[in-house]
């Protein structure tokens, strides 16, 4: 073992076991928590790790538009003047923008209800790494499309990923390299490839990148997959990282994945997503020669991260801000919510700042400390009770709040629309069944207020509570009898239950995981 930090870990508890579940997925529920705790640490990580014998969920959204071939849009346009033609186009973008919006909310339900979390996982992982967007490519099809790769390849060789990702519509056309021929070499995706995707900076030159953009000259696709043509290829020499032949793409990767910065650059990262900032030099060290000696197959990498201590340590528990795809999962675990508003989801994704399926670059999202900022933080702490009110007393409730909202200042026009966006898709999605703050509150088991608010923390928090904060939510309680007076189904009061569980979620401690 290259260090002690990637010893595996010997000791085993609901805390780590809860830090697992967080880490490798979204949270869960309390039967997936228990069900974790009871095992030995190698068979919890081999539950994360190798999921394939855990049952999937349905392959495809049915709201994707089919790409069409050029003889069909020639067809289509066909006898249509200007004005009519202008017309169908704008027609054909919204058809577009409403499959995305749709799929946004068809990836989280998947984050909500997969029994493979951390193929989920991996997958909004990978398409943070290898970031496309939705707005350039103008393809539901072929944006599901690349999501699928990273799902079909979310544990397996890193390698092959990166060639599927090459050969993907998404990236060929996000980084232009459909466009590339031998005479006009585009050098995006080689650039790419190496600086955001395997190797970093500092690990190759300018020159670099010209060759390898001529190799991969004659990667394209056409309207629907990778297409290899020869006649748009630059078949002459070229001499990359020291080597010289007539390189295609294909051998540009070989000869990437033998530098071992590729191992330690995706090693790092993966680390940094799951774990914590700033690895270790031996812990990068480690895991990179663990990924080199199984051929980039993560597997093996993957269980010796999520099972050594050093990924238990305090420097990794509860440090991490979560994500806005993490937060609203996970909240809906929580709330033990089975019937959340997906659309809702999505739009609060959006609004804080990790819009599904169109990241901001061709980097993609910084993640951490960056999704904490003034405005997110203000729209996180009113979330929780903009996608749940409208379940917790019909829809007046929701509909006050929102008048509410709209005469308070500091509510921004961002934080109304998904208040409003929420009560919306409450009332279209969520009718048949309520979520019931009362009864959830009660089904924590408590007997008074003291009581109360331990549960509540142990529910919601990975963390302990300051005393100072405790004294806050029992105060939110309103018992007049006293911290240890009788609780129960008779004489509690549902909205001071609500209100302490508002202030618990509003903490800083529950934006980490």
């Known amino acids: 073992m290259a260090t002690s930090l990637l010893k595996p870990v010997e000791k085993w508890d609901a805390h780590k076991a809860r830090h697992l579940l967080n880490r490798a997925g979204f949270g869960g529920p309390s039967e997936r928590l228990a069900k974790v705790v009871a095992m030995e640490p190698a068979q919890a990580v081999a539950y994360f790790v190798d999921y394939e014998s855990n049952a999937g969920v349905a392959a495809a959204p049915d709201q ?92 397996g060789n890193f390698k092959q990923l990166a060639i599927e990702v090459g050969q993907s519509p998404s990236m060929l056309r996000y980084l232009d390299n459909n466009k590339s021929t031998k005479k006009h070499p585009n050098e995006n995706w080689a650039r790419e490839l190496m600086e955001l995707f395997t190797l970093g900076q500092g690990q ?59 191992s330690e650059f995706i090693a790092a990262k993966l680390w940094t997503y799951f774990a914590y900032d700033e690895p270790e030099r031996d812990i990068v060290k480690g895991l990179a020669a663990t990924l080199r000696e199984n051929n980039y197959e993560l597997k093996p990498m993957l269980r010796e991260m999520f099972a050594s201590q050093a990924f238990y340590s305090d420097k990794a528990i509860a440090r991490q801000v979560k994500s806005p795809a993490q937060f609203v999962v996970q909240l809906a675990f929580d709330m033990r919510y089975e019937n959340p508003p997906y659309a809702g989801m999505a739009r609060a994704c959006q609004s804080l700042g990790q819009d599904l399926f169109l990241p901001p670059n061709v980097k993609g999202w910084d993640g951490n400390l960056a999704w904490a900022n003034a405005n997110s933080m203000l729209l996180r702490y009113n979330l929780p009770q903009s996608l749940l009110a409208a379940n917790v007393a019909k829809d007046a409730r929701m509909e006050a709040m929102t008048k509410k ?93 609500f209100a302490a569980m508002h202030l618990l979620l509003s903490t800083a401690e529950y934006q980490l995981c």
């Open 64 to 155: 994707l538009v089919k790409p069409k071939s050029p003889e069909e849009l020639k067809q289509l346009y066909a006898g249509l003047d200007v004005d009519a033609r202008r017309k169908k186009s704008n027609e054909l973008q919204a058809e577009e923008r409403a499959a995305i919006q749709s799929l946004k909310g068809w990836w989280l339900e998947r984050m909500h209800t997969s029994e493979r979390p951390l193929e989920e996982k991996l997958t909004l992982f990978w398409h943070g790494h290898f970031a496309t967007s939705a707005q350039k490519v103008k393809s539901s099809w072929h944006t599901h499309q690349l999501n699928d790769v990273f799902r079909r390849h979310a544990t």
């Open 204 to 262: 190759y030159s300018e020159d670099d990148i010209k060759e390898s953009a001529r190799a991969f000259t004659g990667w394209t696709a056409t309207y629907e997959k990778f297409a290899y043509r020869f006649d748009y290829h630059d078949g002459g020499s070229k001499t990359f990282m020291g080597k010289t032949g007539n390189f295609d793409g294909w051998d540009i990767i070989n000869i990437i994945f033998e530098q071992p910065a590729a």
């Open 405 to 497: 909202s709209g005469e308070n200042e500091a509510m921004t026009e961002t934080m109304q629309d998904t208040m409003k966006g929420a009560m919306k898709d409450a009332k279209a999605d969520d009718e048949p069944e309520r979520w019931d703050a009362r009864e959830f509150l009660l089904s924590l088991g408590f007997n008074t207020p003291n009581e109360c608010v331990t549960k509540l923390a142990e529910h919601f928090l990975c963390v302990p509570l300051a005393e100072e904060q405790r004294q806050v939510l029992l105060a939110a309680l309103d018992s007049s009898a006293g911290p240890d007076a009788p609780m129960n189904r008779k004489n509690v009061n549902p909205k001071n239950l």
